[in-house]
């Protein structure tokens, strides 16, 4: 990839003005909609193996073709490495068939919230979440598409661990921080910048192209109060 990629543009320029009103809706109140049978189906062997498995889980959500799953994986020899992605054609290279398992390393194609919910429900908890430039659906009209806005986010919080979201739109990381805040965690920001390893194609597309690449880091499992 060349450094030839546009910063995301959107009329939003500041946090969503009902963001506040939509999280703690998702807050209080359950998802119901059908989990996604084919998801359920590709997670059975995960679930299987988390069964019992002592070693530590690390999910990589919206892996897309699952290289920066590799680097992690490569990073993490200790833990179990797992990529979720959607998108047949994104994992195709890797994952033909959307499933991979070589060692600690898995590819499963799944709908990500879909899995988040099945992971929670089987009574997993996450040691390292990282969720490297997601979607962020920059119109304003669909901020519900955000992971932070969206109805999964409960389930995001219940998963645990400690949280690495990048992105190179600071309007979503400032969002996802409120969001954080608003269910009673606390969060850090700074830059990804120096010597720090570029974990997916996108992020070094970025990088080369002058992009300010912002990260946010939480421990969900550090709860406090959430305001009232």
């Not at 590819?107 to 490297?132: C, K, M, N, Y």
Request: aromatic content about 8%.
């Amino acid at each position: 990839m060349q450094g030839n990629s546009s910063p995301v543009s959107s009329r939003q320029v500041t946090s969503h003005g009902r963001l506040d009103d939509i999280v703690r809706r998702h807050l209080q109140m359950g998802w119901k909609a059908p989990l996604h049978a084919p998801t359920a189906r590709a997670l059975e062997p995960l679930l299987h193996e988390l069964t019992g498995n002592p070693r530590p889980l690390l999910l990589d959500s919206g892996c897309g073709d699952g290289r920066s799953t590799l680097r992690l994986a490569y990073r993490y020899p200790d833990h179990i490495v797992v990529g979720l992605d959607k998108s047949a054609a994104r994992l195709q290279r890797l994952a033909p068939g959307g499933l991979l398992r070589r060692g600690h390393l898995w590819l499963i194609r799944a709908e990500v919230a879909d899995a988040w919910r099945l992971l929670v429900d089987a009574g997993a908890q996450v040691s390292q979440h990282f969720l490297l430039y997601p979607n962020p659906w920059p119109k304003p009209t669909h901020v519900q598409r955000r992971w932070h806005a969206h109805p999964v986010f409960p389930w995001l919080l219940a998963l645990g661990g400690r949280l690495e979201l990048r992105s190179n739109w600071s309007v979503y990381v400032r969002e996802f921080d409120r969001a954080l805040y608003l269910a009673g965690r606390h969060a850090a920001i700074d830059l990804v910048e120096g010597d720090e390893p570029l974990l997916t194609p996108f992020e070094r597309k970025y990088h080369e192209s002058g992009h300010t690449l912002w990260r946010l880091r939480c421990n969900l499992q550090d709860v406090v109060p959430a305001p009232g």
